[in-house]
Each structure stands twice: as C-alpha cells, then as structure tokens.
C-alpha cells in the first residue's frame, strides 16, 4: 500500500496525519487478520 499527500503546513500537521494513518492501517490490519470482523 503507498500514501501519497501533498506537504503539509507544519509539523503538527504531519504528526496529526502520522496518527490517522497509524490508527486506521491498525485498524486495516485487525480486519485482515484471521479471524478479523471486519468491524471496529
């Protein structure tokens, strides 16, 4: 899987996206795992 953004305004910005991604590629994982729901 690739992420393509555009640069961000400051450095909070990019720790606020560093975040959603970690929780939602997480959360992607927990779905794919055997025996995964597919809901969180």
């Known amino acids: 899987m ?3 953004h ?3 305004q400051s450095k909070e ?3 606020r996206m560093k975040q959603y991604w970690t929780e939602r ?3 992607l ?3 794919l ?3 995964g ?3 969180s």
Do not use: S, T
Request: positive net charge; without cysteine.
């Open 29 to 31: 994982a927990e779905m």
């Open 25 to 27: 590629l997480d959360a």
């Open 13 to 15: 910005a990019a720790n």
């Open 6 to 8: 555009r640069k961000l």
């Open 33 to 35: 795992a055997p025996g």
């Open 37 to 39: 729901n597919g809901k």
């Open 2 to 4: 690739a992420v393509q």
